[in-house]
């Protein structure tokens, strides 16, 4: 199936459509995050300006449209920020990640033999640890950052992808255009980038479509938990951290803080959302079993 009739159709699936447009109000948001929210500091857009130094949080009002989490960080520079954040780590680690896999992968299936047993024992090695007790390791070791985030999402995150492209690249390297493409003398390198990658690369794709909003997940997990992005960053993940100790509002009124945990959750709500979406819809249009 060429792009064209996959973007065309993607268009005209009702489930795509929705995550797509969910997608361009996220990629709108973080173009124009200058303008939407502009910084105290040009030099350190991504800090979270304070409007004071009180522990409570303090609700939505004229001069703060989102209110403020404790620490009296503006909730609403925070979500806006954090929309590049999220797109950083998403597109950084998922695009990283998948390169690898798809390379690790087609290597192995391709030449197959010691290749093949050495780099799927090496992957299995990886898989057999645990996802986001690694990442925090790693994290912890390397210090707290966002580029630090990405480095251990990166490491720990490209084997499915090399599972996955290992099965696709068996299926078709014995088919007649590759055998054609080794009869008329084509190099390794053409016949892998060239014919294989090209005829295998669309479940890879579905994947990381997938992937864009768990790897999104993890990281605002991490600075969930401290050790991701430093305190005050522009962070989804840590604007839910400022709001850990007011999740239960006030004793009669369990919703009085509920701007500092519902509005970074439904940011990172749909931001997941989306991506799924449209992941579901390409499986759909790609699968023929579905069709």
Known sequence: MEWQEVLKRLLQNKIS??????????????????????PRDADEPYLIPRGGWAIQPQPPSEEYIFGTTEGQYDIFYGIVWGTRTAFRIGLIVVGISSSIGIIVGTIAAYYGGWIDEVIMRITDVFMSIPFIIATIVLVTILGQGITNVMIA???????????????QVLSVKEDEFVQAALALGANDFRIIFRHIILNTIFPVVIQASMRMGSMVITASTLSFLGVGAPEGYADWGQMISFARNWILGVEGDPLHYWYTLVIPGVAITLFCLSWNLIGDAFRDILDPKLN
């Open 153 to 167: 999402l990166i490491t720990f995150s490209w084997m499915s992808t090399a599972r996955l492209m290992r099965s």
């Open 17 to 38: 459509l929705l995550g797509i447009l969910i997608i361009l109000f996220f990629i709108v948001v973080a173009v124009f995050a200058p303008w939407i929210a502009p």
